[in-house]
């Protein structure tokens, strides 16, 4: 797939699910404002994904937040197995830490195949961090503050009415808001 495909997929999962379930209370200001960057990255090995993860880090502290508040960095055939992409997650965190932007920015996971420990692979729920590719979503931690605070100040809340939306939707809801991307997993 190119990478304008990549993209169109990627902002089709945005604009359809994220914003249009209302998965996340924070993406649609940051959207309409046109402050998420998305980044599909082409590294051929974990340690080229590596470097573009150190460059948007950077990029956002040396960014104010009214020009980009969110990035999301886009492997499409890094990680295709999601246990595998999970482990690397620590290591993505490990790279915030270095950058010193612990308690700054905090990094979100979404994969195809996404599974929360604890349900099965077929779980409606698991949908909530489904996305067309693995991505890497770059947050900064006051922007999720004040998100979660105009939500009522209950991330548990959020959650819980994430999985409801995905319930109610079902397995053929979510793959008939998907199938434009050409993602149809449940």
Wanted: aromatic share 6%.
């Amino acid at each position: 797939m190119t990478e304008e495909g990549v993209i169109a997929a990627t902002r089709h999962w945005i604009e359809k699910a994220v914003i249009g379930l209302n998965l996340c209370p924070f993406a649609r200001a940051v959207w309409v404002k046109n402050q998420v960057r998305i980044v599909v990255s082409t590294a051929r090995h974990i340690d080229g994904l590596l470097d573009d993860l150190d460059r948007e880090l950077d990029l956002l502290k040396n960014t104010p937040a009214e020009q980009i508040d969110t990035t999301l960095i886009v492997h499409p055939t890094l990680f295709p197995d999601f246990e595998v992409f999970n482990d690397f997650l620590g290591i993505a965190d490990e790279v915030v830490a270095e950058h010193d932007l612990e308690g700054v920015i905090q990094v979100a996971s979404f994969h195809p195949d996404y599974q929360f420990e604890g349900t099965e692979p077929d779980d409606i729920t698991n949908a909530t961090n489904r996305s067309p590719f693995p991505t890497l979503h770059l947050l900064r931690e006051d922007s999720v503050a004040r998100a979660v605070a105009s939500e009522g100040g209950d991330a548990e809340a959020i959650v819980a009415r994430n999985m409801d939306t995905l319930r109610r939707l079902g397995p053929q809801g979510w793959r008939d808001l998907m199938s434009a991307s050409g993602d149809t997993k449940a």
